[in-house]
């Protein structure tokens, strides 16, 4: 299979667009998902216990040292950046806010990139700032795929219009074709 | 492809420039995630206008000022006031019971940085009634934020943030009681400054300074690999009395060292571990 991983960014209106995206995935997708949504930092976990029930795919907050697994779905902790070591496993810090937000988006894009290169899908959804533009960039300089959310179609189109702005991406679409569109990436060679 | 061919020369450079950090400056970053300082050490280079990790390494080597900035910028870790207020609070009503059965209590925070956790701590005591029994080492191997934490300022624009933090925590009085401040910046209360003892002391390299009833290590250790952690880990059991108490951050655990089984999980949520009799 030609992807290992697929990096979601997603930030205000983002529970709502992560409940209409993963249900969608079958318990036995292949790509492991990784996702920053910015939160208030004292939101706790219940949101991601909620999102697990609704889904058939495993959601999990991502442990330090943790080796990144198919089947899952990880969410970076509230308040700690989240970042991909060249084994494939997660490291966390909480080092300065960047684009005003930890975890930030490109934080998150920047290693997976670097990691993953051509293998490496990045998604960058509803949001009202601007973090994730720089890092769906760096995604498409290092030969991954990248995807954006239909501005019309988001709830803050504030974070897909600056992805666009800031470099061409392969696909913009709305949720429901996201999730068809990654389904069939899944079996690419 | 270009790119990749790229990340691995600079991958062979930073290893190359920690080398010589190491073997000129006695700093060891080796064991450290390679994720978070390669971000650390671009962050430099894009500051300083250099083109590659071999220029950060060539103006190291010949620019001592810059090399104090490169070397800031690998230890300092972001703090702030009663950071994770549901710990701080778990420390107050569970932790603090413990340490009041003791006639005189040595407190440990290691990896202090800038110090906002250890006047936390400093705080918690005074309202607890145990200030005055209680010795606060903290340490870092950093001296200039060692020498910032002594100072004890920090900047007008945060007392908003520590106030709310500090009331999260169930705080007994008026967080202002604590500093005196000014239009620009703040300083914590001379009798907090002259609490805690602070000391230059290196987690990497330097062993066991005292026996020690709570040590407090907060998001330093997920900055480690998992070689050094367990080492770390080792240096807290040998300094640690039975009974201690270890706190660790929000997303850090005993999972990747030996002396796991030493433990028992004390408030499993907040962290919060006590070593076995």
């Known amino acids: 299979m030609k992807f290992k991983a697929i990096v979601i960014g997603v930030s205000s209106g983002g529970i709502t667009a992560l409940k209409t995206l993963l249900p969608a995935l079958p318990a036995t997708f292949g790509i492991p998902v990784i996702i920053v949504q910015h939160l208030a930092f004292n939101s706790g976990d219940y949101w991601i216990e909620h999102l697990n029930e609704a889904c058939e795919i495993n959601i999990k907050e991502a442990d330090e040292k943790e080796k990144i697994e198919k089947g899952m779905v990880y969410i970076a902790p509230p308040n700690y950046h989240l970042l991909i070591e060249t084994d494939q496993t997660f490291s966390l810090s909480i080092d300065e806010k960047v684009n005003h937000a930890r975890p930030s988006i490109d934080v998150l894009f920047e290693s997976a990139a670097e990691t993953f290169n051509q293998h490496l899908i990045g998604i960058v959804l509803t949001g009202l700032n601007n973090d994730g533009a720089l890092g769906l960039k760096k995604i498409k300089e290092y030969g991954g795929t990248t995807i954006v959310q239909d501005p019309s179609t988001a709830e803050s189109d504030i974070m897909p219009l600056s992805a666009i702005a800031l470099s061409p991406v392969d696909y913009i679409l709305p949720l429901n074709k996201i999730s068809d569109l990654l389904i069939q990436l899944e079996h690419q060679l | ?277």
């Open chain 2, 1 to 277: 492809m270009n790119k990749i061919t790229t990340i691995k020369t600079e991958e062979r450079e930073i290893r190359s420039l920690l080398d010589a950090l190491y073997q000129n400056y006695g700093y060891d970053f080796r064991q450290y995630s390679e994720a978070h300082i390669k971000r650390r050490i671009r962050n430099r280079m894009t500051l300083s206008g250099l083109e590659s990790i071999s220029a950060v390494q060539q103006k190291a080597e010949q620019d001592k000022t810059f090399t104090s900035l490169l070397l800031q910028d690998l230890s300092i870790t972001v703090t702030e006031m009663f950071r994770d207020s549901n710990f701080f609070k778990a420390l107050r009503e569970k932790v603090i019971p413990i340490l009041k059965t003791y006639s005189f209590i040595k407190i440990w925070h290691a990896g202090c940085s800038t110090g906002e956790e250890a006047y936390s701590m400093a705080i918690l005591l005074k309202e607890e009634g145990l200030f005055d029994r209680t010795t606060i080492y903290a340490t870092d191997f950093n001296q200039h934020a060692l020498d910032r934490a002594k100072e004890g300022f920090f900047s007008n624009s945060l007392i908003k943030d520590y106030t709310r933090n500090y009331q999260s925590a169930a705080g007994k009085e008026s967080f202002s009681n604590y500093y005196t401040a000014d239009h620009k910046m703040a300083i914590m209360n001379q009798a907090l400054r002259d609490k805690i003892v602070w000391a230059n002391h290196n987690l990497v390299t330097d062993s066991v300074f005292a026996e020690v009833n709570l040590i407090l290590c907060r998001n330093v250790l997920i900055y480690f690999n998992k070689e050094l952690q367990n080492k770390v880990h080792r240096l807290f059991f040998d300094s640690l009395g039975n009974g201690g108490i270890l706190c660790l951050g929000a997303k850090e655990s005993l999972r990747f060292c030996d002396v796991s089984g030493e433990y028992t999980e004390f408030e499993k949520k907040q962290k919060i571990y006590k070593k076995k009799y």
